[in-house]
Structure formats: structure tokens, C-alpha cells
């Protein structure tokens, strides 16, 4: 189902989406359209697009792109799936209700 939403190989056009996006959320999922994990949520953001697409865009970032590399650093993406989500170009973190085991 990922060839349903816009997928980001490039640094720079993560960066025109995340500045252009506004008064949107804006859901980015970093992961691989070859993951098993990563099409059952692409299946699922795919069929939400639609009702959400008044207030959320939804895109699909490669973590395999080589420029892609600096977000999955900078976000300390470890995990495959990850979602981020963004609003007004801001950075939402999100808070599960787990205690951090730092």
C-alpha cells in the first residue's frame, strides 16, 4: 500500500514538507516499503489518509536513502517502524505513558 502515499528518499524534500506543512499535522513514517511491520502500517495509514487529510498529511520517509541517514540520527531512530509527527514545521513529541528507563 505505500505506492498510495508520497514516499521521501531526500533530505532536502523532508525539509520542503516539514516547512511547508501548516496549520496540518504532519505524520511521517520512517521505514522500508520491503518491511513486513512497516506495510501493515502503511495499509493502515493508507486507508486513513482520506478521512484525516483536513488535518494531517501523511508520507512515507525511505530510512534506506543515504540522505535520509542525518534523520535517523538526529530523531535517534532505532526502531522500524517510526513515526514522527510534526505541526507548524515543530517537532510533537508524544507522550506513551511509559516511565523513560534512562
Same mark, same amino acid.
Given at each position: 500500500?505505500?505506492?498510495?502515499?508520497?514516499?521521501?528518499?531526500? /533530505?532536502?524534500?523532508?525539509?520542503?514538507?516539514?516547512?511547508?506543512?501548516?496549520? /496540518?499535522?504532519? !505524520? +511521517?513514517?520512517?521505514?522500508? &516499503?520491503?518491511?513486513?511491520?512497516?506495510?501493515?502500517?502503511?495499509?493502515? +495509514? &493508507? /486507508?486513513?489518509?482520506?478521512?484525516?487529510? /483536513?488535518?494531517?498529511?501523511? &508520507?512515507? !520517509?525511505? !530510512?534506506?536513502?543515504?540522505?535520509?541517514? !542525518?534523520?535517523?540520527?538526529?530523531?535517534?531512530?532505532?526502531?522500524?517502524?517510526?513515526?514522527?509527527?510534526?505541526?507548524?514545521?515543530?517537532?510533537?513529541?508524544?507522550?506513551?505513558?511509559?516511565?523513560?528507563?534512562?
Amino acid at each position: 500500500m505505500s505506492y498510495l502515499l508520497q514516499t521521501l528518499t531526500r /533530505k532536502q524534500d523532508v525539509d520542503k514538507l516539514i516547512r511547508d506543512t501548516l496549520d /496540518k499535522v504532519l !505524520v +511521517l513514517r520512517f521505514g522500508r &516499503a520491503t518491511d513486513v511491520v512497516c506495510m501493515q502500517l502503511d495499509e493502515i +495509514l &493508507a /486507508k486513513t489518509v482520506r478521512e484525516v487529510s /483536513k488535518f494531517a498529511s501523511i &508520507a512515507l !520517509v525511505d !530510512v534506506d536513502a543515504e540522505e535520509i541517514q !542525518v534523520y535517523l540520527k538526529y530523531f535517534d531512530i532505532s526502531l522500524i517502524p517510526a513515526t514522527i509527527f510534526f505541526f507548524n514545521a515543530h517537532h510533537m513529541k508524544m507522550d506513551s505513558g511509559e516511565i523513560d528507563k534512562m
